[in-house]
């Protein structure tokens, strides 16, 4: 069974850096398409950015490119998200996604969100 | 990379036909097949539901149903039940491989 177990909820302060995770299992996690997605609180799904673990290629949304960076460790089938230095605007929900197949294949599998709070 | 164009809520009655709309430009939505639906129930992760246009995973209701003309991408959902209240975002593969979701629609089962 396909499964992205994802980090905990965290509390930061702006200001604050900050990595949260996404475990995948039940698959070969060196030849999917990991992403994320952001929903801000009460508004819509967004689509951040991607990795391939095999030769951790990324891509980002303009929207995001920048200010956050997406890597991986291909040793323990873990993807990350990470900022140096977190905005308020960054409190939301953040989702890990796995790619159906392809890179022009849909968000099939999904982990169950990790909350993130920013505020002093 | 500008949201697709979602209508925020549509409504209907039990057993009633619905159909969202979801509108974007020729980089993206009329630009490929490559378009899915998902849907979001409050507090929950999205669900896959509509790939690639008209195709459904397996487990997901024949209910549902995908099409596309120009650059207007649409979900049906034909027999609507109670269950089926709950946040519908569509999704487009665009250029430089990037995807872009939709604003998002809420329908609501009176």
């Known amino acids: 069974e396909v499964q992205l177990v994802q980090s905990g909820a965290e509390v930061k302060k702006p200001g604050e850096s900050l990595k949260i995770s996404c475990k995948g299992s039940?698959?070969?996690?060196?030849?999917?398409?990991i992403g994320w997605v952001r929903q801000m609180p009460g508004k819509g799904l967004e689509w951040m950015g991607i990795?391939?673990?095999?030769?951790?290629?990324?891509k980002y949304s303009p929207s995001f490119q920048g200010q956050v960076t997406i890597s991986v460790d291909k040793s323990i089938n873990t993807a990350f998200l990470q900022w140096s230095s977190l905005k308020a605007s960054d409190t939301a929900m953040y989702f890990c996604?796995?790619?159906?197949?392809?890179?022009?294949?849909?968000?099939?599998?999904w982990g169950q969100g990790t909350p993130v709070t920013v505020s002093s | 990379q500008s949201a697709l164009t979602q209508p925020a809520s549509v409504s209907g009655s039990p057993g009633q036909s619905i159909a969202i709309s979801c509108t974007g430009t020729?980089?993206?939505?009329?630009?490929?097949?490559?378009v899915s639906w998902y849907q979001q129930h409050p507090g929950r992760a999205p669900k896959l539901i509509i790939y690639?246009?008209?195709n459904r995973p397996s487990g997901v209701s024949d209910r549902f149903s995908g099409s596309k003309s120009g650059n207007t991408a649409s979900l049906t959902i034909s027999g609507l039940q109670p269950e089926d209240e709950a946040d519908y975002y569509c999704?487009?593969?665009?250029?430089?491989?990037?995807?872009?979701f939709g604003t998002g629609t809420r329908v609501s089962v009176l």
């Open positions: 039940g698959f070969s996690f060196y030849t999917y398409w």
């Open positions: 996604v796995r790619y159906f197949s392809s890179l022009t294949s849909p968000l099939r599998y």
């Open positions: 020729s980089s993206d939505v009329g630009g490929y097949i490559y």
């Open positions: 690639d246009v008209v």
């Open positions: 990795i391939y673990p095999s030769d951790s290629q990324t």
């Open positions: 999704n487009s593969h665009t250029t430089n491989d990037i995807q872009v």
